[in-house]
């Protein structure tokens, strides 16, 4: 596993106050993916409802507040498949 991944995985849990209700998966081109689910967010590949994938920078800059997702999406830097619902419910749940 990725150092990027293992960094991460420990600030999206530290972010996360309430459960999602759902599974989601982040994929951060060339480093792997992490999986989001009631239980907090680790590393892993497994079906989602909702997958989202960036590169490297996008994904830190979204991390960190820097990058808003809508924008990040809207411009092609984020890719959304599957339940649009559930990566807004995210999006609440890491803001």
Known sequence: MSDVITQAVDSLNAKMDAGFDGTAKFVIEG??????????????????????????DTFEGILSGDENPTAAF???????????GKAMQLASVLA
Request: glycine share 14%.
């Open 31 to 56: 480093e792997g993916a992490i999986m989001i689910d009631q239980s907090g967010a680790r590393a892993g590949d497994d079906e989602a409802d909702v997958t989202m994938t960036a590169s490297r």
């Open 74 to 84: 809207m411009s092609g830097k984020l890719t959304i498949d599957g339940d649009m």
